[in-house]
């Protein structure tokens, strides 16, 4: 098998010759230059002297491409009686799965991870590699290989079949029936009810609101939700997502609430903020709708790598590191039992299922929230938390005797009855829009909400791809992302003018939650939409969530977050995560978003600055006493604000150094989403992505949001 070409001689010495592969296109300025790294995953596995396998055999005409598998999925003759070549590392590996027809044969290739391009590798139909891989066809992970007989078969990191596919209960376009459906619709929201309902429960304390404002706000929320997760299913993308308020948010309303102007208010500060916040949030939001539907997200989409996602993503549950623990602190006994619950639930307890179902695993925040309210709720009855001769409802600054001083955060924190919500809540209230009044804009807390949503959409972008993974037929086009961007932007509207405090968005913890439950149908969260609407007219709902004490908000909080920056670091999945210059690229973008942001957190504040908010609110003061200090304050509060997010930090390193950096398609992971007219030649992605009533057709001549 040695080169044809007689100018390439082998090395001396070595017996036999090492055969040559074919060269690798000039992918980088490194291949143009002649330059041949052999660390940077950019090398050919022939390179080391190793012995590969011959080229698979040519296929057949009517080899049609597998989108879902990224490969072409071919009829092969009859394989050999003889077993193939032992695999060598470094060497392509052969996988031969026979059907239940036993006229047919699918056969898996795959390359270790520092392999380039052989002459086993072939593209699909589409002109690309597997899912997450590049054009050589390196797959990330586990994947499905779908064979004429629609035998859907599990293959192993390793090349082996693990056996068949049966991880996923119901897909995208599954309809088992109504019961099920709604079962399985209750149970996917219950699982990702903390994502939904445990923001309003910071911000709306932090804007000076009472009791009865996070009633509302929760209400709201909850309306909201169940309006754009309709919308988004049925003409977004399309994927079993649900949307709502997300953590991206959560930071950028935090520092606008803690904005210099809102200190000094007196009255109704929770109305007059929530007001600034609804402003930006629109005009936000018609910059996201532009980046969707005018096709630019398409080409944003070229940035956009999982390099990029996992560190933005980590870095959006890490930043929060100085609210979690100090407020779960306030009452160890409630936030620390809190947090264990969660964790034995959801690790040493995630395998035990009840009629089929890992309760445990599924409903570890439920529950843990359940258990601990009603210990809590007991030891309040009990009197635990009740001293002679002091009264809770007494402020603090007005307390004189020295034993209810000492006892003063334990009555606060740890009693489940200072909340009123639950009692003043109607029975009935319905969310309608601009009832906090008139929106108020500003273009400084526009500019800083604008730059939030495109790490909103970079969000989305990688929850699209692991939940198509997942539910549907393959990844969706470009076009079809453009389109889901948006429209979460038109959502993000309704979420402003409705006024819940922040943007609507997918929820990351969507692709944990479909993973977990099995159940991919669209049709299951619709109902469970629909049934999330009827709950927030429900006033006694909203008041019901608005009264959970404020330390077990914490404590479920520290688990959310650390559950989104781990959903963040998995998208390294789809690359080569011990490649050193992901390593790298990585470990630089987390570091710096927690150091720069620091930096200006810090900037100013000496050990004896009086400053008027708590310190766990303190890294969003930024923008009084941040280092930018021209004579336009509001390019300063903008600068300021922007650069103390650590999200933002962790974005801009990873989008410039993973397009700068030298590195394979393979080794980068580059997303892989289906090419328009191939996806039109397949049905079942069709099915999966059209819009329904027929809009497709309408605006088939709009290439660059949809088909």
């Given amino acids: 098998m040695s080169n044809s070409d007689p100018k390439v001689m082998p090395k001396p010495g070595q017996w036999p010759p090492a055969p040559e592969s074919a060269a690798m296109p000039p992918s980088s300025w490194a291949k143009r230059t002649g330059f041949r790294p052999k660390f940077s995953g950019e090398t050919n596995a022939s390179d080391s002297g190793q012995i590969s396998l011959p080229p698979r055999p040519r296929e057949q005409k009517n080899s049609q491409p597998d989108v879902e598998a990224g490969r072409v999925r071919a009829t092969l003759p009859q394989p050999p009686p003889a077993p193939p070549p032992a695999a060598v590392n470094g060497t392509d590996k052969a996988v031969v799965v026979p059907a239940e027809n036993k006229d047919q044969t699918v056969v898996k290739r795959r390359r270790d991870s520092d392999g380039g391009s052989g002459g086993g590798a072939k593209k699909d139909g589409l002109g690309h590699g597997a899912n997450g891989a590049g054009p050589n066809g390196v797959p990330e992970g ?34 088992p029936g109504l019961v099920p459906i709604g079962l399985y619709g209750f149970q996917h929201y219950l699982s990702i009810l903390g994502s939904l309902i445990l ?87 018609a910059f996201q709708t532009i980046l969707g539907y005018s096709g630019l997200m398409s080409v944003f989409l070229r940035l956009i790598n999982p390099v990029v996602v996992a560190p933005t993503l980590a870095a959006v549950g ?45 409903y570890a925040v439920p529950l843990g929230l359940a258990i601990t309210w009603a210990a809590a709720f007991l030891l309040t009855e009990a009197g635990v938390y009740s001293y002679k001769g002091c009264d809770v409802n007494v402020p603090a600054s007005n307390i004189i005797s020295d ?59 990688g929850s699209y791809h692991a939940s198509s993974l997942l539910a549907a037929s393959g990844p ?8 889901g961007i948006g429209l979460e932007g038109l959502c993000s509207v309704l979420a402003g003018l409705w006024g819940t405090g922040t943007g609507s968005t997918t929820l990351t913890e969507n692709v944990h939650t479909i993973a977990v439950t099995k159940m991919g149908s669209r049709r299951a969260v619709e109902l469970g939409a629909c049934a999330l609407i009827l709950l927030s007219l429900i006033g006694k709902v909203g008041g019901f969530i608005a009264s959970i004490p404020e330390v077990m908000v914490a404590a479920l909080l520290c688990f959310m977050w650390a559950m989104l920056s781990a959903l963040g670091l998995s998208n390294l999945r789809y690359s080569e995560a011990g490649s050193s ?59 300021n604000t922007l650069l103390s997010l650590n999200m933002v930090i962790a974005f801009l390193v990873a989008v410039i150094l993973d397009n700068t950096v030298p590195g394979s398609q393979q080794e980068r992971g580059v997303y892989v989403w289906s090419e328009t007219e191939a996806a039109r030649r397949e049905p079942a992605i069709t099915k999966d992505y059209e819009l329904p009533f027929r809009v497709s057709r309408i605006l088939r001549w709009v290439k660059w949001v949809g088909f």
């Fill in 581 to 639: 210059r992901n390593i790298i690229i990585v470990g630089l973008s987390l570091f710096f978003s927690l150091s720069v942001p620091a930096y200006f957190q810090q900037y100013g504040i000496s050990p004896n600055t009086n400053l008027s908010v708590p310190s766990y609110l303190h890294p969003y003061i930024v923008a009084s006493h941040g280092p930018f200090r021209s004579k336009y304050e509001g390019l300063n509060y903008f600068l």
């Fill in 476 to 483: 969706p086009t470009p076009g079809v992302v453009s389109r």
């Fill in 199 to 285: 923001i309003p429960l910071v911000i709306v304390p932090a804007m000076g609101g009472t009791h009865e404002d996070t009633s509302m706000v929760v209400s709201t929320v909850l309306f909201v939700s169940g309006v754009t997760t309709l919308l988004h299913t049925s003409f977004g993308s399309r994927l079993p997502l649900i949307q709502g308020p997300s953590f991206v948010y959560l930071a950028p309303a935090l520092a606008i609430i803690n904005s210099p102007e809102f200190q000094g208010l007196n009255g109704n500060n929770f109305k007059h903020i929530m007001k600034e916040l609804q402003g930006a949030i629109i005009i936000a939001s």
């Fill in 318 to 362: 890490l930043s929060f590191y100085s609210y979690g623990f100090p407020r779960a602190g306030t009452c160890l006994e409630i936030g620390v039992v809190q947090i264990l619950l969660v964790i034995m639930f959801s690790l040493y307890l995630r395998k035990i299922s009840v009629f089929g179902h890992r309760i445990f695993l599924i």
């Fill in 403 to 461: 034993h209810c001083r000492k006892h003063v955060s334990s009555m606060k924190h740890c009693r489940v009855d200072t909340s009123y919500a639950l009692k003043s809540s109607p029975w009935f209230r319905f969310p309608y829009p601009l009832q906090w009044g008139t929106p108020v804009f500003e273009w400084k807390m526009a500019l800083v909400m604008c730059a939030v949503s495109i790490i909103s959409s970079v969000d989305s972008v």
């Fill in 142 to 175: 586990p994947r499905r290989a779908v064979v004429r007989n629609e035998e859907v078969i599990d293959v192993e990191d390793d090349g082996f079949v693990r056996g068949r596919h049966t991880h996923m209960k119901y897909e995208l376009r599954d309809t």
